[in-house]
C-alpha cells in the first residue's frame, strides 16, 4: 500500500515503438561530445540526462597596441573584436515516453562518439526492467542508483539552481502562477514525488533526508482507473478529459446531501461529501469527461490532504511536488492547493516545479558526475534548448512527445551583490511581465517587431560567413516560436521579464553561432564615443557645481537613449547616422521627468559634500 | 472535498421499493407500545430507533410464612413460585435499505397505537430528503438533529453499555476478534464514520468533540466506483465480489517495480505501490471480483492512513470506526488494520463496532428521550431480538447474509437496576468473569455448542405451556450481573 518508488514501475505493456524517426538535431543534441549518461525510467516516461560540451563562438575584445597609434585618427576602430571558439559544459536532458526506449537507445548508440564512457547511471522502476536492453543496446554498464537518494539530490540541485523553480498556484488570481525567487535556505521541505504511487520525504539538509509516508493512490490509479472507466488509454488524453469534464454529476456534494452548506461545521455546499457518490445510480451513463474528472479530483484531493498531514505532523510548512503526474494541469494544480490551503487552513503551502519529472534523471546524474562536483559551479537554464512548461490548455501542444532541459555551466560561479542589504528579497527586474498583461503584451510586440532588425545586424556581423544568412533565418523562426510561446503560456519558464526575453534572444543567438550581432555597431559606437569623452569632460569641468550635476544626470539619460533594444531609438538610430551625444541630449524631455527624484538627490549631494 | 455526513446523502436515485411484505412480528417488534422514534436516513440505509415496553412473565420467588411450618418436613418446597407480568422498558433499532422506506412507513403507521407520540428525532442525510414523506405518512412532526451530536452521542452510548462492543482485528491470529472489554473511560478517542464519505472526530469528553478532517473517499466511492467498473449495483454485492478477487492482477506491487522488496526502505515486495497501477495496460480484461478487491483496498488502505494520521495529529492511540461501510467484512477489516499499524508503526490501534451503522439513530434516539435520562440506566443487549453481527464468511450463511443484509436488529433492555462494580474487586476494569473465552478456544467452543444443542430438547420439556422465562424477555433467575456485563442467565435457556 505504500508507495515506494519514485517513478513507479514499467510493468504496463507497452509495447516499445521501433519505427518513429527522430529529429536528431532537435532532440538529443550535442550527442557527439556527450561523456556522462544518467537514466530515470518511470513506468510511463524515460529521462535521459548527459553531460556534454558545446563549442560556440564568443566575440572577444582585444585593445591595439598603444604606442604608435593616433587614437585621434578618424575610421580607426578603438579595439580589435576577435571571434574565439570557446567551450563550456551543457547538462543536457531529454524526456519520453518509453514506448520510444528501444528506438532512442539506437540513436544514441549510433551517434556517441566519445568511447570513454563506461557505465550509466540509472534509477527508477524501469532500471530494474530495462538493465539488459540498456547494456546491450549503449555497451555501458548499468550503475544502479537509489530512487530516493537521486530524487532529493535531483530536487535540491533544480531549488538552487534554476531560477523560479517553484512555483505556488492560484487559479483565481491574476497572475494564476506566482513563481519563488532561489533563497540560498531550501531547508527543510517536505517532497511528495507523484510517480506510479506517491512517496513523501521530509528532508532536511542535503544528506539528511527520511521517508515518512506514501500512498498508493497516484499517477497509476488516475491512469489504470482512468483506463477502465473511460477506455482511454493515454495519460494525457485523460487529462485533457478531464479539463473539459463537470464532476458534479459523478460526486455527491455537501448540498446534494444537506441542501445547502453544512452550517454546524462550517462546510461549503461545494465540497465533494463523497467522490463518485452518484454513480451507483441506476439507469444513468456518466460521460468521460465527468468521470475522468472526478477521479482527477479524488486523487488530488487525497495527495494534498496527505501532503497537508505529513507536513503538520512534522512541523513543514512548505511541500514541493515532483513526479510525472501533475504535468502543469491546472486542475490538478488547483486541486492540491485548494486541498492543502483547506485542511492545513493555510498553514502549508503547496509549491509545484517546472521541472518535477527530471528530479531523479538529475539526481542520477548528480551522483555519477560527483568528481566532477556540479555543485560548485552556478548553472543556469538554457532557454534556447528547454521546452519550457507545459501550456495550461492541452489543446496547445498536444504532439509534445519529448520534453527537453538545457543547463549552461556559467563561466564563473554566480555570487550576490556585497552592496545589498538583503540579497534573497533582492528582485533585479522592475516589471514581472507575467503579472502585467498589458506590459506583456508591449515587451512582446517590441521584441517581435526588432526581431527583422537583429536578424539583419546578427548577419552583418559576420560579413566572412557564407552560411550566415542561413543560420540567421533559423534564428528567427527560434526566437519568433519562442516569442509566441510565451504570448500564450507566459509563464512557460518562470517569470517572464525583459530581461529573461533578452536572455532567451541571446542563448537563441548563440545556438546558431551569433556570439554577439551587435559587436560592430558597439566597436563603431564606442569609437566615436571615446572621441566624444574628451571633451564632454572639458565641458562638465567648466561648469559650476550645482549645474554641473545636472548636466551629468541629462547626460545620463542622454546616454540611455542609445539602446538598440527599444524600436523607437533603433529607428532613428538606423535612419539617422549623424544621431549622437548632442542631438540625444536636446531631445530629452524637460522636467519634470516622469519619475523625478533629481530635486531630492541634489539635496542629498549638497549635505555629503558640506 | 471535505466529507460532513454522518452518512452521506440519499441522492442516488433508489427507488422506493412498496410491494415487500413485511414479517411484522419478526421486524417491528413491540410497535403496538412505542412512544419515541429516532431516523437515521444515511445515503443507503435508514436506521430506525423507538422505545417501547414489554410485557413478560417473571417467575418471583416468595417464602412461606415461616412461623408454624416445618422446613424439615419432606415433598414442601423451600418457597412459593409466583409467576407474575412484568413490564420492562426496550430499545429497539431497525436498519434497513432505503428502497423498503415507504413500506416501512406505512407498516408503521398501521401499526402504531400510542398517540401521545408527536415527534420523530430524524438525523443524516435523508431527514432532510425524506422529511416530507415521514411526517406526511406518520403525522409526525420532523425534529432534525445534528449529524455529529448524534453520532458521537451514539458512539459513547454503544461503548458505554453494550459489552463487547469494539473489538480489534487481526486476520492471521486466533480468534480473528479479539473484543474489548467495556471500560467506563472512554475518552479520548477518534471516531472515524465511513458513510458515503469519511468524517473524521475527535472525542474528548461526552459533550466536547471536534470534527478534526473528512475526505471524499468513503463508502460511496466504493459504491460508486464499483458500480462502474463492475455494473453491480448493490453494495454487498460489490463487497462479495470483493472477497472473491485478486488484487494484484490489477494492483502494481513494490515488487512489480523492483523485482523484490525496497530494501533502503525497508518495504516488502507485496505491498501496494499503485492501486489500479496495472489496469492501463493494453489488451486486457480484469475480473470484476479482482477490481472490486483492488477498489475495496484502495479505499481502506486510505481510510486507514488517515485515520492513523489524524490520531497521530491529535495524540490518540484509539480509532474507532463507525458508519455503513465495514460491515464486518473481513477483507475492510484487515486492510484498515493493516494500514494503521503499517503508517502508525503500531501505536495506533483500529477498533471496529459491532454496531457501527446504528450510531446515529441511537443518538438522535438519545437527544429525543433526554428527559427520560437513558444514560442513568443500564442497557443490555438482548440476543434474542439482535441480528448479531454479520458472518465473516460470506458463504457460510449466503441467505442469512442476504435477509439481515436488508434487515438488521438490535434490541437492547433496560436492565431492572443499573449496574454496578462489585466492591471488593481491585480493578474493575480489567476484572473478566467469564473463565473461559470461547471464541478464543475452539475445543471448548464445540464442547459447549454441543452441550446446549443437546440439552435443548430437555429445556423445551421444561418450559412447557406457560412456564416462565421461555419469551424471550428474559427471566430473574440469577440476579446477578457480572460488573459491566450483564451476563445474564439466557445463556441457560
Redesign the interface.
Known amino acids: 500500500?505504500?508507495?515506494?518508488?519514485a517513478s513507479?514501475?514499467g510493468?504496463?505493456?507497452?509495447?516499445l515503438d521501433k519505427s518513429i524517426t527522430l529529429p536528431p538535431d532537435e532532440i538529443f543534441r550535442n550527442l557527439e561530445n556527450a561523456k556522462r549518461f544518467a537514466i530515470d525510467i518511470g513506468?510511463s516516461l524515460t529521462k535521459l540526462a548527459y553531460y556534454s560540451t558545446v563549442q560556440h563562438k564568443v566575440a572577444r575584445v582585444r585593445s591595439f597596441e598603444s604606442s604608435g597609434r593616433d587614437t585621434e585618427q578618424d575610421h580607426e576602430p578603438p579595439y580589435e573584436i576577435s571571434v574565439q571558439e570557446e567551450v563550456t559544459a551543457r547538462l543536457h536532458f531529454v524526456k519520453f515516453e518509453n514506448t520510444y526506449i528501444e528506438a532512442c537507445l539506437d540513436f544514441i548508440k549510433d551517434h556517441l562518439v566519445n568511447t570513454e564512457t563506461k557505465v550509466i547511471q540509472a534509477t527508477g522502476?524501469g532500471a530494474?526492467k530495462f538493465k539488459d536492453l540498456i547494456e546491450e543496446k549503449l555497451r555501458l554498464k548499468v550503475d544502479k542508483e537509489?530512487?530516493?537518494t537521486c530524487l532529493i539530490k535531483g530536487c535540491n540541485f533544480v531549488l538552487r539552481n534554476i531560477p523560479h523553480e517553484a512555483f505556488a498556484y492560484q487559479k483565481d488570481s491574476d497572475p494564476e502562477f506566482r513563481f519563488q525567487t532561489n533563497h540560498p535556505d531550501i531547508f527543510p521541505y517536505l517532497l511528495v514525488n507523484i510517480?506510479?504511487?506517491v512517496s513523501i520525504v521530509k528532508v532536511e539538509t542535503e544528506d539528511r533526508f527520511e521517508?515518512v509516508?506514501g500512498?498508493?493512490?497516484?499517477?497509476?490509479?488516475f491512469?489504470?482507473?482512468?483506463?477502465?472507466?473511460t477506455k482511454t488509454?493515454k495519460?494525457d488524453e485523460l487529462l485533457h478529459l478531464a479539463s473539459k469534464g463537470q464532476h458534479t454529476s459523478?460526486?455527491?456534494l455537501?448540498q446534494?446531501?444537506?441542501?445547502g452548506a453544512?452550517q454546524?461545521?462550517g462546510?461549503s455546499g461545494d465540497?465533494?461529501?463523497?467522490?463518485?457518490?452518484?454513480?451507483?445510480?441506476?439507469?444513468?451513463e456518466?460521460s468521460k469527461e465527468d468521470?475522468a474528472k472526478s477521479l482527477l479530483?479524488?486523487i488530488s484531493?487525497?495527495i494534498g490532504?496527505?501532503a497537508c498531514?505529513?507536513a503538520?505532523?512534522h512541523c513543514l510548512d512548505r511541500v514541493y511536488f515532483g513526479g510525472f503526474f501533475i504535468r502543469g494541469h491546472p486542475v490538478t494544480m488547483r486541486?492540491i492547493t485548494?486541498?492543502i490551503n483547506?485542511?492545513s487552513k493555510g498553514e502549508v503551502q503547496a509549491l509545484f516545479l517546472r521541472h518535477e519529472g527530471y528530479l531523479g534523471a538529475i539526481g542520477a546524474f548528480l551522483k555519477g558526475a560527483e568528481q566532477d562536483n556540479p555543485n560548485q559551479y552556478s548553472w543556469g537554464e538554457n532557454y534556447a534548448g528547454s521546452s519550457g512548461l507545459m501550456s495550461s490548455s492541452p489543446e496547445l501542444c498536444p504532439t509534445q512527445r519529448f520534453d527537453l532541459l538545457e543547463m549552461d555551466r556559467l563561466e564563473r560561479p554566480l555570487a550576490n551583490l556585497p552592496l545589498l542589504l538583503d540579497p534573497s528579497s533582492y528582485v533585479p527586474d522592475t516589471v514581472d511581465l507575467t503579472d502585467d498583461a498589458l506590459a506583456r503584451k508591449y515587451w512582446l510586440t517590441c521584441f517581435e517587431e526588432a526581431l527583422d532588425g537583429v536578424v539583419k545586424r546578427a548577419v552583418a556581423s559576420q560579413p566572412g560567413s557564407v552560411d550566415a544568412a542561413e543560420r540567421a533565418e533559423k534564428f528567427r523562426q527560434k526566437y519568433w516560436r519562442k516569442l509566441q510561446t510565451l504570448r500564450h503560456q507566459p509563464f512557460a519558464y518562470g517569470t517572464l521579464t525583459v530581461r529573461s526575453l533578452l536572455d532567451t534572444r541571446e542563448h537563441c543567438l548563440n545556438e546558431f553561432n551569433f556570439p554577439d550581432p551587435y559587436s560592430k555597431v558597439k566597436q563603431k559606437e564606442n569609437g566615436v564615443a571615446l572621441k566624444c569623452f574628451p571633451r564632454v569632460i572639458r565641458c562638465l569641468d567648466a561648469l559650476g557645481w550645482e549645474e554641473r550635476q545636472l548636466a551629468l544626470v541629462k547626460g545620463l539619460l542622454a546616454g540611455n537613449v542609445f539602446d538598440w533594444g527599444a524600436k523607437a531609438v533603433s529607428d532613428v538610430l538606423e535612419s539617422d547616422p549623424q544621431f549622437g551625444f548632442e542631438e540625444a541630449k536636446s531631445k530629452l524631455q524637460e522636467r519634470p521627468w516622469l519619475v523625478d527624484s533629481y530635486g531630492k538627490w541634489l539635496q542629498r549631494l549638497k549635505i555629503t559634500v558640506e
Open positions: 500500500m505504500a508507495e515506494c518508488g513507479g514501475s510493468s504496463s505493456g507497452d509495447s513506468g522502476g530494474y537509489d530512487v530516493m510517480g506510479s504511487g521517508w509516508g500512498s498508493s493512490i497516484g499517477g497509476g490509479t491512469w489504470g482507473l482512468g483506463a477502465l472507466l488509454k495519460f459523478v460526486d455527491m455537501v446534494d446531501v444537506y441542501g453544512h454546524t461545521l462546510l465540497l465533494i461529501a463523497s467522490s463518485f457518490g452518484k454513480s451507483a445510480a441506476a439507469d444513468k456518466f468521470m479530483h479524488m484531493n487525497d490532504q496527505l498531514l505529513y503538520k505532523l486541486t485548494y486541498s483547506f485542511f
